[in-house]
Antibody, heavy 114, light 112 residues
Framework: QVQLQQSGAELAKPGSSVKISCKAS????????ISWIKQTTGQGLEYIGY????????NYNEKFKGKATLTVDKSSSTAFMQLSSLTPDDSAVYYC???????WGQGVMVTVSS | DVVLTQTPPTLLATIGQSVSISCRSS???????????LNWLLQRTGQSPQPLIY???KLESGVPNRFSGSGSGTDFTLKISGVEAEDLGVYYC?????????FGAGTKLELK
């Protein structure tokens, strides 16, 4: 069965970076893009961008350019998102989702605090 | 960016009651390829969003047929014909006709 397994919760200091992962199984990894979504209580669900898992090409929401960097490792069927120059506003749950949003990961809580 | 406005923000229902949620878009969601990329998601407490409906009215595999979606252009509706306890949570519409993809603010379905 299709699964997207995300890495564990992160506690990070302001100004640092975190890299979270999304490991896919149960389907041909390169057949679907992977999207990333941010969820906060205040802003709701926000679309960060997607990565073409075959070519590695990316497309970012303007709002997240410079904040998020999407990469992929085809050999392990894993997509990654690095968040840089963290501030408390980056504290959120981050989800990965397969192409047409038909499968979602369980989410990763990122907390930015000194 | 496309703004999706969901109403009502909160919905109180009894078990067995039929309810509807509206999602209105600031732009038409009809893609140039003829598809309308409007999905509905349900997020139960403590869980990730799960897909219910895609392309306005098509049920995802395993979703009970008490859920139905309708609409076109800028106006869309999710209907639950006979609410069950497992249906409680927050419902979101989302669009990926236009980039960046966007989400509604959610409608929380609670028991009356």
């Amino acid at each position: 069965q299709v699964q997207l397994q995300q890495s564990g919760a992160e506690l990070a200091k302001p100004g640092s970076s975190v890299k979270i992962s999304c490991k896919a199984s149960g389907y041909t990894f390169t057949s679907y893009y992977i999207s990333w979504i941010k969820q906060t209580t205040g802003q709701g669900l926000e679309y960060i961008g997607y990565i073409n898992t075959g070519s590695g090409g990316t497309n970012y929401n303007e709002k997240f350019k410079g904040k998020a960097t999407l990469t992929v490792d085809k050999s392990s069927s894993t997509a990654f998102m690095q968040l840089s120059s963290l501030t408390p506003d980056d504290s959120a749950v981050y989800y990965c989702a397969r192409g047409p949003f038909d499968y979602w990961g369980q989410g990763v809580m990122v907390t930015v605090s000194s | 960016d496309v703004v999706l406005t969901q109403t009502p923000p909160t919905l109180l229902a009894t078990i067995g009651q039929s309810v509807s949620i509206s999602c209105r878009s600031s732009q038409s969601l009809l893609h140039s390829n003829g598809n309308t990329y409007l999905n509905w998601l349900l997020q139960r407490t403590g869980q990730s969003p799960q897909p219910l409906i895609y392309l306005v009215s098509k049920l995802e595999s395993g979703v009970p047929n008490r859920f139905s979606g309708s609409g076109s252009g800028t106006d869309f509706t999710l209907k639950i014909s006979g609410v069950e306890a497992e249906d409680l949570g927050v419902y979101y519409c989302m669009q990926f006709t236009h980039y960046p993809h966007t989400f509604g603010a959610g409608t929380k379905l609670e028991l009356k």
